[in-house]
């Protein structure tokens, strides 16, 4: 079975700090991807990164950055320098056959995060 | 528009009600998914329609109908609900199925059954 854990269900900072979500997966599968999106308050998932697994380079994008570490199954989204308007639900997902020639993507439960002025 | 759209955003309805669920692409996709996403439970992915055809359909009860008329349109009818069924209805896109395709999600329909 496929599985995506995000352990943390709130994590609330204060702006300026620098913040880890956290994310580990399961699955038999040698080849899968790996995605991170964030959910605001106006209620649309908006897609942040995807990873292969063949691909564990971590990657930098401004304030964000991720590590996939496949030796832990995990795949970690860190803000640097948190703001305000970082603060939403940030989702982990896998994505990976579901059966036959069917994909699908598996979501974690959902971290919640609040940065505080 | 640009982007996924969906209406209505908020929708009461009783048990013995039919009402539909719309969501609309405007950005040239070939691939529409219906999400359910309840308090404290994963985004759980309900259908998927990839050129108009129903690709899948994970165990969604029958009460749940929807229907794909192009490739900018998705419909999700709802008959005889249940109050679990009570949810943030997503409808996203994506070009063409497949992991390599990040999908665009819509702001979602916040749907009550009471």
């Known amino acids: 079975a496929q599985k995506v854990t995000q352990a943390q269900t709130e994590i609330s900072v204060v702006e300026k700090e620098d913040v880890t979500l956290d994310c580990v997966y399961e699955?038999?599968?040698?080849?899968?991807?790996l995605f991170w999106y964030k959910q605001p308050p106006s209620g649309e998932l908006v897609f942040l990164i995807r990873?292969?697994?063949?691909?564990?380079q971590n990657e930098i994008s401004g304030r964000y950055s991720w590590n996939f570490q496949k030796s832990t199954s995990s795949f970690n989204f860190t803000i640097t320098a948190s703001q305000v308007v970082d603060s939403a639900v940030y989702f982990c997902?896998?994505?990976?056959?579901?059966?036959?020639?069917?994909?699908?993507?598996?979501f974690g439960k959902g971290t919640l995060l609040t940065v505080n002025p | 528009e640009t982007g996924v759209t969906q209406t209505p955003r908020h929708l009461v309805m009783g048990m013995t009600n039919k009402k539909s669920l719309k969501c609309e692409q405007h950005?040239?996709?070939?691939?529409m998914y219906w999400y359910k996403q309840s308090a404290k439970k994963p985004l759980e992915l309900m259908f998927v329609y990839s050129l108009e055809e129903r690709v899948e359909n994970n165990s969604v009860p029958s009460r749940f109908s929807p229907e794909c008329p192009n490739s900018s349109h998705l419909f999700l009818h709802l008959h005889t609900l249940q109050p679990e069924d009570s949810a943030l209805y997503l409808c996203?896109?994506?070009?063409?199925?497949?992991?390599?395709?990040?999908?665009?999600f819509g702001p979602g329909t916040r749907l009550t059954v009471t």
């Open positions: 699955t038999r599968d040698t080849t899968y991807y």
């Open positions: 997902a896998l994505y990976m056959r579901s059966g036959g020639s069917n994909y699908k993507l598996t």
């Open positions: 996203a896109s994506s070009q063409e199925r497949g992991p390599y395709y990040e999908q665009y």
């Open positions: 950005l040239g996709h070939n691939a």
């Open positions: 990873r292969n697994s063949f691909d564990e």
